[in-house]
């Protein structure tokens, strides 16, 4: 987890400091904050985030370069503002999306819009805000972005996304840069695009856009895809067909399982990107999600009960695969401890939330210190992809969200009331004909 170094004790022995890392995030008190609050709760330590943005922006110095926030991976609103203030743009799917992005104060011009099914009332909605940038990802997206900015006498910038065709290395259903997927297009379908260009009447075709996939833990397969973005590039240019924007994707992947995933750092990351890129004179554009958020989040829950069974012992939280899908979804690995400071022995749990499903299942003999009803639990590396995902399956109110920072927390979410939930539903009274 990186929480920084200043909101721990420096003195204490290593073994407590050990549980005192589990006790306290960005130096808040976490049995406190569970008191406090109630559980389940989203935790986000904005030092954390801070400090990865910090260490990507390092990297890139000296580039001409723009961060654009991946918001599908935490889109809440405080997250946003955090980042528009951090001069971090937005890398959008949807208008609800952009939306959020524009209310947390992200400035039009450092939004780029990515994804195979924006609609045309989306893309006109984008465009008439003035985003940077849309992420082009087919031949008929691309019309109909010719056609709505034509309809609305502005000149719509484009980059055309590349299927590099490139295994990532990671969970089939996070992998997004293989001829299979749905995402993107050949070099070969790109090129008649450029060779066409001419007829864009209101569409500047100047951008090359590559996204490989999620949780990548190799820089191979980050190198491999720009090395044939790189050669596109300059075989466009040759052609008189200037580039003046690559967009490299996210995809830079995090610690979900510690002392197993050994993640790339971004100084290495940036450093492949410099190398298959040298000589481009361009804007470039980077849209890392996971990477700023998943570590700086947790989420807190406490223990219901603890269930034997016949082959395995249960442990039951309040949080379930509602609050976090990633472990239903793609069997995912997150690290669980305990928010405990005495010692006791280890036994071995599957730890399961309660909803009315075999998949609600956090993760499967897994060792812990022994655990009882009302031990509170912290799931770690869960601020990306984890209340983005969130639902009210089994009726269960999306958890309150909480901003830390250095000893002190804001609520940036409340956890919503069963109103809420059930806000826009309505008796069948009023039966009509389309
Ligand atoms: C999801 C997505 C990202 C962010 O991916 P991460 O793995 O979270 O960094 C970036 N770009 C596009 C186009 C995406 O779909």
């Given amino acids: 987890m990186s929480t920084p170094t200043t909101s721990r004790p420096t003195t204490t022995a290593s073994a407590t400091q050990a549980d005192d890392a589990h006790r306290h995030f960005d130096g808040v008190d976490l049995q406190a904050l569970a008191q ?31 961060i654009c926030f991946a918001v599908k991976a935490n889109p809440n609103l405080a997250i946003l503002q955090l980042m528009a203030n951090a001069g971090v743009g937005a890398d959008i799917v949807s208008v609800g999306e952009l939306r959020r992005a524009l209310n947390a104060g992200m400035p039009a011009e450092r939004i780029v819009f990515s994804g195979v099914g924006k609609s045309t009332d989306e893309i006109a909605g984008a465009l008439s805000v003035g985003i940077m940038r849309f992420n082009v990802e087919s031949l008929d997206e691309l019309h109909t972005l010719q056609r709505v900015a034509q309809a609305q006498e502005v000149t719509a910038r484009a980059a055309v996304r590349i299927n590099p065709d490139v295994d990532a290395q990671t969970h089939a259903k996070i992998s997004t840069g293989k001829s299979e997927n749905k995402f993107g297009v050949s070099i070969d379908e790109a090129r008649r695009w450029f060779a066409e260009r001419s007829q864009l009447t ?10 490989i996939g999620s949780q990548i833990l190799s820089v ?29 994707g996210g995809g830079l992947g995090v610690c979900y399982r510690a002392g197993v995933d050994q993640p790339v750092a971004a100084a290495d990351y940036v450093g492949a990107i410099r190398e298959a890129l040298a000589g481009f004179r361009g804007r470039l554009l980077l849209e890392p999600g996971r990477y700023l958020v998943a570590e700086a989040g947790v989420l807190l829950t406490r223990v219901i009960r603890v269930k034997p069974g016949i082959e395995r012992t249960f442990l039951v939280l309040d949080a379930a695969m509602n609050d976090l899908q990633r472990p239903s979804l793609y069997d995912a690995w997150h690290d669980i401890v305990p928010v405990a400071d005495e010692r006791r022995p280890l036994a071995t749990y599957d730890i399961v939330g309660p909803v009315c499903e075999t998949g609600d299942t956090f993760a499967r003999a897994r060792e812990l210190p022994e655990c009882a009803a009302g031990d509170l639990l912290l799931i770690k590396a869960t601020g990306a992809y984890g209340t983005s995902m969130a639902s ?15 000893g002190r927390y804001a609520v940036v979410r409340r956890r919503q009331h069963f109103e809420d939930m059930i806000a826009g539903e309505q008796p069948a009274r009023n039966w009509e004909t389309p």
């Fill in 36 to 66: 406090r609050i109630g559980t389940p709760l989203h935790a986000y330590s904005a030092s954390a985030i801070h400090q990865r943005i910090g260490e990507l922006q390092a990297a890139l110095t000296g580039l001409d370069a723009t």
């Fill in 202 to 211: 209101h569409v500047q075709l100047d951008g090359l856009h590559v996204h």
């Fill in 392 to 406: 009210t399956y089994n009726s269960r109110p999306l958890a309150a969200e909480v901003l830390l920072q250095r």
């Fill in 220 to 248: 191979e397969p980050f190198r491999l895809a720009l090395q044939r973005v790189a050669a596109f590039w300059r075989e466009l240019e040759q052609a008189g067909h200037p580039v003046n924007s690559i967009d490299v």
